[in-house]
T-cell receptor
Framework: KAGVTQTPRYLIKTRGQQVTLSCSPISGHRSVSWYQQTPGQGLQFLFE???????NKGNFPGRFSGRQFSNSRSEMNVSTLELGDSALYLC?????????????FGPGTRLTVL | AQKVTQAQTEISVVEKEDVTLDCVYE???????LFWYKQPPSGELVFLIRRNSFDEQNEISGRYSWNFQKSTSSFNFTITASQVVDSAVYFCALSDLTGGSEKLVFGKGMKLTVNP
């Protein structure tokens, strides 16, 4: 089975721009979660989607949004980029067949905001 | 709130040494899950193990072993006879069902460097 894929792998943007990151889960997985990883804050949960619905959201401003498509692929969007948004954005998928299931991560998208 | 503490931030060992990575967690949940992930320089988080709160049996997988003790809220990870390829950042994580679906709460990670 192919793993979680994320595109693009690297992005450089300037302050004020917006960006869209994409995540394709493992085949058959219906839950997609997004995490932000920074040196200062570590790994923090952004949001989780299941069957095209956002089921959970972390403590991030409204500039961070996401969506999930019928094929379980997910995108996250960050508008009005700030320098502090520079981070590794990791996507994880799980089958979510039970209330708790193992999350498998993709390679991440490294976003640099100049 | 759920919390995971990895007190060690960085460890450096010589190949073939054994090394133990500590993880202490806090939760009010009676049912929860604990995880260990490995993050090599490439950035991807690689799943290593998942343990539920009702299963306190230690587990061994090759050179890896895990010691789960509810009494001390610890879930420690030992690498036996370390190898250079074990060099990575290791994260301990705890499930958090607040908000209606599972999310992971991670520790700050511990960077392991294995020198030849």
């Amino acid at each position: 089975k192919a793993g979680v894929t994320q595109t693009p792998r690297y992005l450089i943007k300037t302050r004020g721009q917006q960006v869209t990151l994409s995540c394709s889960p493992i085949s058959g997985h219906r839950s997609v979660s997004w995490y932000q990883q920074t040196p200062g804050q570590g790994l923090q949960f952004l949001f989780e989607y299941f069957s095209e619905t956002q089921r959970n959201k972390g403590n991030f401003p409204g500039r961070f949004s996401g969506r999930q498509f019928s094929n379980s692929r997910s995108e996250m969007n960050v508008s009005t980029l700030e320098l502090g948004d520079s981070a590794l954005y990791l996507c994880a998928s799980s089958s979510a067949s039970r209330s708790t299931d193992t999350q498998y991560f993709g390679p991440g998208t490294r976003l640099t905001v100049l | 709130a759920q919390k995971v503490t990895q007190a060690q931030t960085e460890i450096s060992v010589v190949e073939k040494e054994d090394v133990t990575l500590d993880c202490v967690y806090e939760t009010r949940d009676t049912t929860y899950y604990l995880f260990w992930y490995k993050q090599p320089p490439s950035g991807e988080l690689v799943f290593l193990i998942r343990r539920n709160s009702f299963d306190e049996q230690n587990e061994i997988s090759g050179r890896y072993s895990w010691n789960f003790q509810k009494s001390t809220s610890s879930f420690n990870f030992t690498i036996t006879a370390s190898q250079v390829v074990d060099s990575a950042v290791y994260f301990c994580a705890l499930s958090d069902l607040t908000g209606g679906s599972e999310k992971l709460v991670f520790g700050k990670g511990m960077k392991l460097t294995v020198n030849p």
